[in-house]
């Protein structure tokens, strides 16, 4: 007899909380209904050893839809008839997360006229608290009030009731204490209480009473089913030890360890109704309620469509997004011939054991993949794996929607590894009005794009920029940096004259460019895996004018090229002592979300640029200061493709390489205080741009990368990437020892030291001992300026390009470690 059909024939005659109860002496006792509303199971919890199961909530065990909406539809109903018609029309009904989200919308909906919000525990950019709480025994404890209309929670009239569910009441501190916490701030006459199981001991019982009296209201209870669980001395600690002896036998089902598939899931066109929301996290009124109705039949005829035929189908919600996968599964009911099951995945940590006295059978483990508040970690499904299924299908939000959801180890590859088909459906996320709503602030422009702007494609980058191709900036190099060094002119108030490159240094380019191409595109890679993971599902690039703006393309091309992602890229000025475009960053407030914007540079050499962005940032709300670059040598940021200092070729050259656009101006007679930035365009120098090259030979190296790059995030992930600052002691360091002083005049890695040879007067450079290939290119300017070419030991970086240190025009900068003054 195979498993399925042994587990089909013991449930109905074994309870699932008995293996539980024989071994801690749980006891449940209550109505008749209990035993087949609740199994047991035991929680990874150091706060609380049991957990109660509900069969007909569709978080942890796998039910008919139709039976889960009934459940919490019902409950709405006896919500109704107790208040009245009257009453009823202006009651307010709230959720708890993540468990009960479901349950609350259905009780709403049983209800009929009552709009309906959860709690959460994802922060929404743009929208204000409305209130919060704790939940003493969860394992994850702060719930956030987020509605869309702030007027929702206020009682109009007075009396109008506030209907709290959760699925179960079992000492009443969770809702006690949001019934307090929301008094203080919205008082009203009346609150009901809904749950499936009243398991409150004797003494709580008494303490809703004495609370009612307390803060001066009506405090009425609706459940299902009543009991209470009988608790024996020393059972969480007993609890904690069976925990740990299981897991250490390995008698659990670990199914989360099983070979993910590779099979790619189809992914199903919901046509999901516009402005309907995804839930009840920022409100679900009866007009959203009548619209969703009219669509659910179209959308699961699309769903039953994909399933082909497929027998045995769940519908797999994704943690707090419960009620959306809840009616798609009711409705899929009605038009399907397949049987219909639904549950949700979860945060909370349990105990799976394979038997039939357990209500925890197997378990799938994946990340999380929303990008969570609280930073990463396990997820949960449960009883999905040796159930039988043949087809899943996954509702998820589109912010879940994530390369994280896509991973080998994530979800769906471990779905695919215990059903022969996933779909994939995705609701859009709802966005607040008050998220979405942002003025343009007044005489910004908006951005410059090629081909007007640079020879970049106009989706490839956005210049925030102003265009002062028409004035003239370029002084001769020994000028300028008289200028900078004596104090009279900072580096932004001119340009150099674009060094242009010698057939011998073209040469040499393509040959740099042949060789790294594909090591730039694993560098490209890996640090857009570790933006999407770890910052935004749906970055904003925001490039550091110019070295920055390259890999901000590369970036983008990648996110296209892996998941088909549109990401919004615009470049920026930033300057050393000057800060970040102020103007710049008051656009991109004005439309985008800042928590979304993710700053992008080529390399880090010292850090001073990571500073200063921190620093810039400091006045302004919202923006995350840490830069996401190629290569982090100096180790002064987290996110990073490689800490590597190697050759990347953009910065063998100047505009040529960069979309044909100089480095930024700041000049206080060229730029008001409500202008961009400047830059000018080089269209003369079209003829020897290999911008467009640059970025396609790079991209066409991509597909080879993949693994390597999947393989290189693994293990960034899971590492201490804390900066180290190391480059920033290195540089203090030389700075003293070569008697210069000015860690200015220092610029460490190979990126760094080319531009020294190309827009400044060098001085020397420093190369590391047996440096091979990548210091070709530095070696021939090195050679074409006379500056001579150190080799040193114990160097951090590749090389280290020194500034001529007191400089006075005519000097060589060939003169050894002697500084010679004005």
């Known amino acids: 007899m195979s498993e399925r059909a042994t587990r089909k024939e013991t449930v109905d005659v074994v309870w699932t909380g008995s293996w539980v109860a024989e071994r801690l002496g749980v006891e449940l006792v209550g109505d008749g209904e209990l035993r087949d509303l609740l199994g047991l199971a035991l929680r990874r919890n150091p706060k609380r050893a049991h957990l109660l199961v509900s069969n007909v909530l569709g978080k942890h065990v796998p039910q008919k839809p139709s039976v889960v909406y009934g459940a919490g539809f019902e409950l709405g109903e006896r919500v109704r008839d107790l208040l009245g018609e009257a009453e009823a029309r202006h009651a307010v009904v709230l959720g708890y997360a993540e468990t009960a989200t479901g349950l609350g919308h259905a009780v709403a909906d049983g209800l ?43 009682p109009t009239p007075s009396d109008a009731p506030l209907v709290l569910v959760d699925d179960e009441f079992s000492t009443g501190n969770t809702v006690l204490n949001t019934i307090r916490a929301l008094h203080e701030l919205y008082p009203r006459e009346r609150y009901v209480i809904v749950a499936l199981a009243d398991m409150r001991s ?174 990463p970690g396990d997820r949960y499904a449960y009883n999905v794996a040796g159930a039988g299924f043949d087809a899943v299908v996954a509702v998820v939000d589109s912010a879940a929607d994530t390369p994280a959801l896509h991973a080998p180890d994530g979800l769906l590859a471990r779905l695919a590894a215990h059903a022969d088909h996933v779909l994939l459906a995705v609701v859009p996320s709802y966005a607040p009005s008050r998220a979405v709503e942002r003025q343009e602030p007044p005489m910004l422009p908006e951005p ?33 940096e008289e200028a900078i060094q004596s104090g009279g002119a900072h580096y932004a108030e001119s340009l150099p004259v674009e060094y242009q490159p010698t057939p011998q240094y073209q040469d040499l380019f393509k040959a740099a460019l042949d060789t790294s191409a594909a090591r730039v595109a694993r560098a490209v890679g890996t640090v857009t895996e570790t933006v999407l993971a770890e910052r935004s599902p749906r970055p904003v690039l925001v490039s550091l004018a110019r070295a920055g703006t390259p890999v901000g393309v590369l970036m983008r091309r990648w996110a296209q090229y892996r998941y088909g992602l549109d990401l919004p890229h615009y470049a920026v000025s930033i300057v050393r002592g000057r800060g970040i475009d102020a103007n710049a960053l008051r656009w991109l407030a004005a439309h985008h ?193 006379g500056v001579p070419v150190e080799e040193v030991d114990e160097l951090p970086y590749t090389c280290v390009g020194l500034i001529h240190p007191r400089f006075t025009r005519g000097a060589t900068g060939a003169d050894g470690r002697a500084v010679t003054g004005k």
């Open 448 to 480: 410059l794009r090629g081909p007007a702007f640079s020879s970049y494609a106009g989706g490839d980058v956005g210049w925030l920029l102003q265009d002062l191709s028409d004035t003239e900036l370029e002084a001769p190099t020994e000028e300028r």
């Open 112 to 154: 009929g006229v009552a709009p309906y919000l959860h709690s959460t525990r994802r922060p929404v950019e743009g929208v204000a608290r409305a209130g919060g709480f704790e939940e003493s025994h969860s394992h994850a404890t702060s719930h956030l009030l987020l509605p869309e209309d702030p007027a929702l929670l206020s």
């Open 593 to 785: 979300d800042p928590a979304d914007v993710v700053f992008v540079d080529g390399w880090t050499g010292k850090g001073a640029i990571t500073r200063e962005l921190a620093a810039a940032l400091a006045e302004f709300e919202g923006f995350n200061p840490e830069i996401a670059v190629l290569a982090d040598p100096g180790g002064c940021v987290r996110t990073y493709g490689t800490r590597e200092d190697f050759l990347i070729p953009s910065a063998c050259l100047n505009s040529t390489v960069s979309g044909l656009i100089s480095r930024t101006v700041l000049r206080s007679d060229l730029v008001g205080p409500d202008d961009f930035h400047g830059a000018k365009f080089y269209r003369e120098l079209a003829g020897t741009d290999v911008s467009g090259h640059f970025i396609d030979t790079v991209a066409d190296r991509f597909g080879e990368v993949v693994d390597a790059v999947d393989a290189d995030v693994k293990e960034l992930l899971a590492a201490d990437r804390a900066p180290t600052w190391e480059g920033w002691a290195a540089v203090e360091r030389i700075s003293e020892e070569y008697g210069i002083h000015d860690v200015n005049l220092v610029k460490p890695g190979v990126g760094e030291t080319t531009r020294v040879l190309l827009r400044r007067v060098p001085w020397k450079i420093l190369a590391k001992r047996g440096a091979g290939a990548d210091l070709d290119h530095v070696r021939l300017l090195a050679e074409q300026r």
């Open 202 to 375: 004797a003494t709580d019982r008494g303490r809703l009473a004495e609370f009612a009296d307390e803060i001066g209201a009506r405090v009425d209870l609706v459940a299902r089913s009543v009991g209470t669980v009988l608790l024996p001395d020393g059972v969480l600690e007993r609890g904690q030890s069976l925990v740990a002896a299981q897991e250490s036998a390995a008698s659990a089902f670990e199914a989360g360890d099983d070979e993910p598939a590779k099979r790619d899931p189809t992914r199903i066109e919901l046509a999901w109704p516009s402005g309907v929301p995804d839930g009840g996290r920022h409100g679900f009124t009866p007009a959203h309620r009548a619209t969703l109705e009219a669509a659910l039949p179209g959308m699961a005829a699309r769903i039953d469509e994909a399933l082909g035929d497929a027998r045995r189908v769940l519908v797999l919600g994704f943690e707090e997004l419960m009620y959306a996968p809840l009616r798609l599964g009711t409705a899929l009911e009605e038009v399907s011939a397949a049987e219909v099951r639904y549950s949700t995945t979860t945060r909370s940590p349990v105990l799976a054991l394979d038997n039939p006295g357990y209500a925890i059978r197997s378990r799938l483990v994946f990340p999380a993949h929303d990008d969570p508040a609280d930073g």
